[in-house]
């Protein structure tokens, strides 16, 4: 079993930045994938942005690609999610999850966090 904990989320105005953590505890987190997806109101639940375990390869989203940074910190057994000129597009909630190997597939994904709110005003 592994737990997650997502916090960071909040509201902020267009063209702002957030940092999202993802904070793991039971089996060896680094042994883990995590992706970051997100699901706004009415829609599907969305990828965002992903990284692997083993070479620490990173991939994101087009909606999202050169706005955020997904980076991880085994020893702190946390993965973080910089997004910065967030639009109101990107209101919704944000979770994390891992899995074995890295995907851009939410079914894939084994554990998840509960999620934390990110709001965008205009």
């Known amino acids: 079993q592994v737990q997650l904990v997502e916090s960071g989320g909040g509201l902020v105005q267009a063209g702002g930045s957030l940092r999202l953590s993802c904070a793991a505890s039971?089996?060896?987190?680094?042994?883990?994938?995590v992706g970051w997806f997100r699901q706004a109101p009415g829609k599907d639940r969305e990828f965002v942005a992903a990284?692997?375990?083993?070479?620490?390869?990173?991939y994101y989203a087009d909606s999202v690609k050169g706005r955020c940074t997904i980076t991880r910190d085994n020893a702190k057994n946390t993965v973080y999610l910089q997004m910065n000129s967030l639009k109101p597009e990107d209101t919704a909630v944000y979770y994390c999850?891992?899995?074995?190997?890295?995907?851009?597939?939410?079914?894939?994904?084994?554990?998840w966090g509960q999620g934390t709110q990110v709001t965008v005003s205009s």
């Open positions: 999850a891992v899995n074995g190997r890295v995907s851009t597939k939410a079914l894939t994904y084994d554990y």
């Open positions: 039971g089996r060896t987190f680094s042994r883990y994938a």
């Open positions: 990284i692997s375990w083993s070479d620490a390869s990173t």
